[in-house]
């Protein structure tokens, strides 16, 4: 069970809250705990029963035939019952001897019909991205840029009668109003 005195100095160091020995909270904590064994509990269940059937796939002998097995698995005790907790054997150790098994006997990990199947496996890997590659440049074609419009160059006509325009341009504001008048309402009109 846990240290119901630290936890509440802790909830008290990080919120600031007084909360008592008493307090429903700790009923909570304690479900809480209950609840997280469990699934400890199943967890290390389903990971030791894939670790046993991963070294019987390779061909080593499962741990629970091993000498060092003895005592693998221990129980806390406590008022639950206690946890099972792994002592010593991690699933990377697991996996670690589920590959040097095979190795130290001299056996090859891999039999034909496994190496033909990775083998189709790599295989369709392959073609499928090969597929999409292809299904990439097929249907995701970038839009072409448009081209640039370069103006053609002007004709003779057209410079001079830019060069007009602006002497019209200098001229137009010395001319007196009643002129000036007269010339915009006949460049008005089309």
């Given at each position: 069970m846990m240290d119901q005195h630290k936890l509440r100095s802790l909830v008290f160091e990080k919120t600031g809250v007084?909360?008592?020995v008493d307090d429903p909270i700790f009923a909570l904590v304690a479900l809480n705990e209950a609840v997280l064994e469990e699934a400890v509990e199943r967890h290390v269940a389903r990971i030791d029963a894939a670790s046993a059937a991963l070294v019987r796939q390779v061909?080593?002998?499962p741990l629970a035939d091993r000498p060092e097995a003895d005592g693998a698995r221990v129980a806390t005790?406590?008022?639950d019952g206690g946890a099972h907790v792994a002592a010593g054997r991690d699933a990377a150790a697991v996996a670690a001897a589920a590959v040097?098994?095979?190795a130290a006997a001299g056996r090859m990990p891999a039999l034909p019909a496994e190496?033909?199947?990775l083998a189709i496996a790599l295989g369709a890997a392959a073609f499928g991205a090969v597929l999409v590659l292809?299904?990439?440049a097929i249907f995701f074609r970038p839009a072409p840029v448009p081209p640039v419009q370069v103006p053609a160059p002007l004709t003779s006509e057209q410079i001079a009668?830019?060069?007009a325009g602006e002497k019209f341009q200098k001229v137009l504001p010395r001319l007196d109003t009643k002129t000036r008048n007269a010339v915009q309402v006949e460049?008005?009109?089309p």
């Open positions: 007084k909360v008592d061909g080593g002998e005790g406590g008022e040097a098994a095979p190496r033909r199947l292809i299904g990439q009668a830019i060069a460049m008005a009109k």
